[in-house]
């Protein structure tokens, strides 16, 4: 009898240790960071960022109740990523979600034990970001963006509908790390197509008017943009000074050609997001960044808005159209 007892007294004092242990350690619910170029607010930066929570929401986890998510934004300011990064280092999130190379590199200086998760890095062995595709090594891992052969087919398709364009301005960021990367393939493109670039710069939305009269002055036939968070911020300014000294354009990005842009050719920015959520859950679930390969693009898509096409009066080449994934009429 005195073993019965001593076993039900044993019985109920372990029940009760952990129901305490239970009290003080509550389940924690996972805080996800995210180092963004773009704000939320912004219509294109809630439909990107839209497209990651709804990866985030076909895995299982909703915001508020088994995931919180911490979102700082440069607003297209890369110097302010480095003090951005380090907040969400102090708020001790489980996983940082970064889009772009620079935004990655601030992130990776600020933690080398936090995960971070790419959703659209440019070359990030070049970089130095990853040590290899395959196996990563170090805490980072997601998503690459297109590679810099992209650039020389972008500009390839740019002379398709311009076909007698002998001078073609190329607007970049000198402030974004990739700028020299992009610039020198456009030259070897550029030369291999037997045309002229005129390379202009903007460090923010103030040089947009200058840069865009000195194409005027130098007669440019036709527009290429370099990939730059600034730009998809101030995207529609940019379509429409295009549109007002009538340019035929060819942009990084489709949230450009929504903008009212002429074209684009590369990956999906927004399929490139939602993947990204998948990485997430991988890790939150008890994976290495170190041993999860870099996705790079499979699918890319030609999209071509003909009605700024008309508005230029322009006629875009069937060979083109009948290679287009989306036509905006």
């Not at 087919?153 to 974004?176: D, M, Y």
């Not at 968070?229 to 000294?245: Q, Y």
């Amino acid at each position: 009898m005195r073993l019965i007892g001593f076993a039900v007294v044993l019985a109920v004092s372990l029940c009760l240790a952990a129901l305490a242990a239970g009290a003080e350690q509550p389940g924690k619910v996972p805080r996800i960071g995210i180092l963004s170029n773009v704000p939320p607010t912004d219509p294109e930066g809630a439909r990107l960022w839209g497209a990651f929570i709804q990866g985030l929401r076909d895995l299982g986890y909703v915001e508020g109740r088994n995931i919180t998510i911490e979102h700082r934004s440069s607003e297209g300011k890369f110097e302010r990523l480095p003090d951005l990064a380090a907040e969400l280092v102090r708020l001790k999130v489980d996983v940082i979600v970064a889009p772009a190379s620079q935004n990655v590199l601030a992130a990776k200086q600020a933690t080398r034990t936090i995960p971070i998760v790419m959703a659209n890095s440019l070359d990030p062995v070049g970089t130095g970001l990853v040590s290899n595709l395959a196996r990563p090594g170090g805490n980072v891992t997601g998503l690459s963006g297109p590679s810099l052969e992209t650039v020389g087919k972008q500009l390839e398709l740019l002379k398709e509908i311009v076909p007698r364009v002998s001078r073609v301005a190329v607007l970049g960021n000198p402030t974004n790390q990739m700028y020299p990367l992009w610039l020198g393939e456009v030259k070897v493109a550029a030369q291999s197509l037997g045309v002229q670039l005129q390379v202009l710069e903007a460090r923010g939305p103030d040089d947009f008017e200058r840069a865009f009269a000195a194409m005027t002055r130098e007669r440019a036939g036709a527009l290429f943009v370099l990939g730059d968070a600034m730009f998809l911020l101030h995207r529609t300014p940019i379509a429409a000074l295009t549109a007002k000294h009538r340019l035929p354009a060819m942009y990084p990005t489709r949230e450009f050609v929504d903008a009212g842009g002429l074209m684009v050719y590369g990956p999906s920015l927004r399929d490139n997001f939602r993947r990204a959520a998948t990485y997430v859950d991988k890790i939150l679930r008890g994976a290495k960044p170190a041993d999860l390969p870099v996705e790079q693009p499979t699918k890319f898509e030609l999209v071509i808005n003909l009605k700024t096409a008309k508005a230029l009066g322009l006629t875009i080449p069937p060979s083109v159209l009948g290679r287009a994934d989306q036509v905006i009429e």
